[in-house]
């Protein structure tokens, strides 16, 4: 009885998922190859239901709110940390290539790398430039957003309808109480869907361990290490400083948040636990319209782990190509970065696209020196996705603090006791369950 019910905890399932996929792709690595569709087809049965949970989950979040005035001071909090670890993030990633030099002794020259690595991202990092990334904000048509499965063009959408909304007060209940309504058989379809998280993580665990190898050496070594030293101190220093001031423990927060964890490792994405995180943040005591303001706004501003990975992996390419950089070049280059992080999305690859964006503006380090590592990327996204969804969490706790919208005896109470699932997601989970 006791095995059935540790086997019953997604986190449980997922690990079993996550080490059955690695044994795979270690002993057969051909059919781990061929096991990448298991990983594809999860995130992209979740992803469709991105569009119209956020949209949803903004418009109550902003008619929740008693003032309407509230919603202008906690975006510009929001986006004011954003850029703040933002940075921090930049500068870690700075530090670590600096402290361990990964690229120093390859000697490559720029002239031998194969362009044609990097050719195939350079169409979409041309449309990473700050005036498209501006551009990009506005849908084509109303439906088109949820169509396209864009976030920031949602987001836009959905702060109109709630200001609309709050502004028709009475008569704008009837179709308020459809949005609201439906949002909610949409956090249960997901609950569904969340059953078939172990077989994901399995299918994307054994393609990457069967496809590039369970280990790497030398240079390519060195610079996984830096980068997941970096995002370690990140976490852990620059989050739990955060945490600290804020008067939580960031400890009790990642195991409250372990199930989400472990789906975003093992998936190299942040988007399939949206809902969930949404979910578990009012549960830990933070307003809804905090919570449906805060964390959809950061899948597209707070990308902190994709902040670390520009500045290593644009120095490491410089030391490995023998390029030495001036400190108003590497400030320069910061400042790019700023910008590029930012009109990345949190799914898998993308990451190395704003790294391209960000080389194609700065002439000092060559394009094609993405060629060094494309083969380590993957090995790098999981990283890049847990360190933002981490983040995340962190950010929206804050923010509600500093709004006067958390909580506080919720938040300490859940964070002790941990995470157990409601009995309206205990039914949920149970009828997803097929009965013979």
């Given amino acids: 009885m006791k095995i059935k019910t540790i086997l019953g905890h997604l986190y449980v399932q997922v690990l079993i998922g996550v080490a059955l996929g690695v044994l795979v792709g270690a002993l057969w690595p051909d059919l781990g190859t061929n096991l990448k569709p298991l990983g594809d087809a999860f995130v992209k049965l979740v992803r469709f239901m991105i569009a119209p949970i956020v949209f949803g989950t903004i418009v109550s979040g902003i008619t929740s709110m008693s003032d309407a005035k509230r919603v202008g001071p906690t975006l510009l909090r929001s986006l004011g940390l954003f850029y703040v670890l933002t940075a921090l993030a930049l500068a870690l990633g700075l530090a670590s290539v600096l402290l361990l030099h990964p690229g120093t002794g390859m000697h490559v020259d720029p002239a031998h790398l194969d362009p044609s690595v990097s050719a195939k991202y350079s169409s979409e990092a041309q449309h990473n430039t700050p005036a498209d990334f501006l551009l990009g904000l506005i849908p084509t048509t109303f439906v088109g957003a949820f169509a396209d499965g864009e976030i920031l063009p949602v987001l836009l959408i959905a702060t109109l309808c709630g200001f609309a909304f709050t502004k028709l007060g009475g008569a704008g209940k009837p179709a308020l109480d459809v949005i609201t309504s439906f949002n909610r058989v949409l956090f249960v379809v997901f609950g569904f869907l969340m059953k078939v998280a172990p077989v994901g993580a399995f299918g994307a665990m054994a393609f990457t361990v069967g496809k590039y190898g369970a280990h790497s050496i030398g240079n390519l070594g060195m610079l996984i290490l830096a980068f997941y030293a970096a995002c370690l101190v990140f976490v852990l220093v620059g989050l739990g400083t955060v945490a600290r001031i804020t008067g939580f423990s960031l400890l009790q927060v990642l195991k409250y948040f372990r199930d989400e964890i472990l789906i975003v490792l093992a998936t190299s994405s942040s988007e399939p636990v949206l809902p969930r995180l949404l979910s578990k943040l009012e549960r830990l005591g933070c307003d809804r319209g905090v919570v449906g303001l805060v964390v959809p706004t950061g899948y597209s501003f707070n990308l902190t782990g994709t902040a670390v990975y520009l500045t290593l992996s644009s120095l490491f390419i410089a030391q490995a190509c023998d390029i030495h950089l001036g400190w108003t070049q590497i400030l320069l280059m910061l400042g790019m970065m700023l910008l590029t992080s930012k009109g990345a999305a949190g799914v898998t690859g993308s990451g190395f696209v704003a790294l391209v964006a960000t080389l194609t503006v700065m002439p000092n380090v060559p394009v094609a020196g993405v060629a060094l590592i494309v083969g380590i990327d993957r090995f790098m996204s999981e990283a890049r996705a847990l360190t933002s969804t981490i983040c995340n969490i962190v950010c929206c706790i804050a923010v509600a ?36």
């Fill in 401 to 436: 603090r500093w709004q006067g919208a958390l909580d506080t005896q919720t938040l300490q109470a859940e964070l002790s006791s941990g995470f157990t699932p409601s009995p309206a997601e205990k039914r949920a989970l149970a009828a997803a369950v097929p009965t013979h």
